[in-house]
């Protein structure tokens, strides 16, 4: 399984990077993004399974970032990671095609409800 | 002592995450309050030597507007002040959200509203990131202050630094034009403490 972890922050990176490894017990290949420049520029790249975004990030934020996603790939799993908890962002993101929302700090039990829902719609 | 009053990279990431976790909620306190979209932007960290802090405030502010201070000391282990700043437009822009009529806004219910802005938005900010570090804080009643020059801002400080730590972040609302800014002073043994809670967390990843 490939995910992209998007993050400016490299210890929010390594936060996601840790719960995922925590719960998925097979084999995944993490690729690492700064801005959503560089995850939309992956994306196109690896195709990965699923998306970790964050919102508030410089160059291109996760707004810009998971509308292009989608735009270049509508069946993109974009799982969004942010502190920005306003009601209309997570509606906004939820609005353009988000998979789902995850607020900072991460609770592992969400991450791995939303990793379910996921796997279950791959089966 | 004083030459260990620096973070490195993954400190300054580390802090500025906390941070931005920290403000996002209190943002979105603000801004269920005010029924508005708040534009969040990441999180400023920078250690500078006291006495450049009038010249830095100067760069970061426009004064050639007034502007409302509002100043708060934080008291505990993390031990230092915070200051919001909001521009008297902005603050009167707030003024008309909580639905205040133009005859209505003065002085005084413009300090009113600072005030109780400061209070939400700066209390449970450092709360959470004093939460996050592992220590408790207090505070004590804000003050508020007008001013329009730089100069104004002399002696202003409540407590007395030599280096202060700036963590600065932005309220921002896109479609209400309100502009302000949240900065937090802390002490040298502040920094200190910071930084080696930094460094626990660091480890643990």
């Known amino acids: 399984m490939k995910i992209l972890v998007t993050d400016d922050s490299k210890m929010a990176r390594k936060m996601v990077i840790k719960t995922l490894k925590d719960i998925i017990q097979d084999d995944i290949e993490i690729h690492e993004a700064q801005n959503g420049q560089e995850a939309l520029d992956l994306y196109k790249k690896i195709l990965p399974n699923i998306v970790f975004l964050d919102l508030t990030m410089p160059v291109m934020d996760g707004f810009d970032a998971l509308k292009e996603i989608k735009k270049f790939d509508n069946k993109a799993k974009v799982v969004i990671i942010s502190a920005d908890i306003q009601k209309l962002s997570v509606d906004k993101v939820l609005e353009l095609g988000a998979f789902n929302f995850i607020k900072k700090p991460i609770d592992s039990v969400k991450m791995q409800q939303i990793l379910d829902k996921i796997n279950k719609r791959d089966k | ?205």
Not at chain 2, 58 to 82: A, D, Y
Not at chain 2, 87 to 101: M, R, V, W
Not at chain 2, 126 to 146: H, Q, R
């Open chain 2, 1 to 205: 002592m004083k030459s260990d009053i620096t973070l490195n990279e993954d400190e300054k990431d580390c802090l500025q995450e906390l941070m931005n976790v920290a403000y996002g909620s209190a943002t979105a306190a603000i801004t269920e309050i005010l029924d508005a979209f708040a534009k969040l932007s990441i999180p400023k960290i920078q250690i500078i030597n006291a006495d450049e802090l009038k010249s830095y405030l100067s760069k970061e502010l426009n004064f050639n507007v007034e502007h409302i201070i509002s100043l708060q000391q934080i008291n505990g282990t993390l031990c230092g002040e915070n200051m919001f700043v909001i521009d008297k437009q902005s603050a009167k822009n707030i003024a008309y959200k909580f639905g205040l009529e133009e005859d209505e806004v003065n002085d005084e219910e413009i300090a009113d509203i600072v005030l109780e802005i400061t209070n939400i938005l700066s209390s449970s900010t450092i709360s959470k990131l004093a939460e996050d570090i592992d220590t408790n804080v207090s505070f004590s009643a804000p003050t508020i202050k007008t001013i329009s020059s730089i100069d104004q801002l002399k002696n202003i400080f409540i407590s007395k630094y030599e280096k202060v730590i700036i963590i600065s972040t932005q309220l921002k609302f896109e479609d209400l034009d309100i502009n302000a800014e949240l900065f937090i002073f802390t002490t040298d043994n502040s920094i200190l403490y910071i930084k080696e809670k930094l460094n626990k967390i660091l480890d643990e990843f």
